[in-house]
């Protein structure tokens, strides 16, 4: 089986180089990496030519940044059997792609596998409340929301030619929406009737935001993707114990960590209650307003 792996990069070179020498060291050296090169610059050159040397480079360029759209651009290019969207700054054991073509090829009933997410160094999860669990198995609406992260998620071609990001949606949209396309995508797969599977024993291995992050930027990434995760919630018709909990959870940590006098744990918390908060009602509001007769919009 033959991988198409789609990344998206700005502004890093050390960090797609890290990725790059984890692919070198793969078990299943059948793939092809297209970069998706939103720099203005040609920093990328020297990297993408010193790597082709050792694996099928496509390295494309778009001047209109964000996420979701260079996902979308880069699936237009793919000739592999399996789909992954590796994060630039992400590192893939040497084991994993190996692993993810056995369960394809000996699964079939699967359009999906889901990988759990590992820091860079520990084997921890890099996200503290998402990321994966020691518990595989089947993916619902329920598990998809905590385990669908785009850089652990593995497709048949099949599911990717027949859906797309939402370019509304993740960072660089130029919208307030700053995360939560990931799932969103992975919910448009469970909508059309595509089969998901969760293999706690499968991972890869990210940067945990909290180890890079200074307090003012980790309060901005969490709002941002606060206000991705509630725009996500009002977009899709969910059970209401999930919109609940999803919504609620984040007030409940804040009182949490402030009883425990973890004020800066209580602060990244709250800014991503917030952002979700706000990013629900704003999303529940637009959808009402999208399905009002014309005569009524103002």
């Known amino acids: 089986m033959r991988f198409s792996l789609i990344v ?68 237009l290019h793919l000739k592999g059997d399996i789909i992954a969207f590796p994060d630039d700054d992400s590192v893939y054991p040497s084991t994993v792609l190996s692993q993810v073509a056995d369960f394809f090829e000996n699964e079939a009933a699967w359009d999906g596998v889901i990988a759990r997410i590992f820091d860079l160094n520990d084997n921890k999860n890099a996200f503290e409340f998402c990321g994966g669990d020691d518990e595989s198995g089947c993916v619902d609406y329920w598990k998809g929301y905590t385990v669908g992260i785009s850089h652990a998620m593995f497709f048949r071609t099949s599911v990717v030619k027949n859906l797309e990001f939402d370019e509304a949606m993740g960072v660089g949209s130029g919208t307030p929406w700053g995360a939560g396309e990931d799932v969103d995508y992975l919910f448009q797969c469970l909508d059309a009737g595509y089969q ?55 007030y409940q940590h804040t009182i949490l960590e402030v009883t425990k006098g973890n004020l800066k744990r209580a602060a990244y918390f709250f800014a991503y209650g917030l952002g979700t908060s706000i990013g629900y009602f704003q999303s529940i509001n637009k959808c009402q307003m999208v399905h009002l007769p014309s005569d009524q919009l103002i």
């Open 8 to 75: 998206p990069t700005i502004n890093r070179v050390n960090e797609l180089e890290q990725l790059f020498q984890s692919l070198a060291t793969q078990h299943h050296n059948d793939f092809e990496v297209i970069v998706v090169d939103q720099n203005l610059d040609n920093r990328l050159e020297e990297l993408v030519t010193s790597y082709s040397q050792q694996f099928s480079i496509l390295h494309l360029k778009q001047t209109k940044r964000g996420l979701s759209r260079a996902r979308n651009l880069g699936k």
């Open 196 to 250: 998901f599977y969760y293999d706690s024993q499968l991972y890869v291995r990210h940067p945990t935001p909290l180890k890079k992050n200074n307090f003012r930027q980790q309060i901005q990434r969490e709002y941002s993707y606060g206000l991705g995760n509630g725009y996500l919630l009002g977009k899709h018709n969910l059970p209401e114990p999930l919109i609940h909990s999803a919504t609620n959870s984040s």
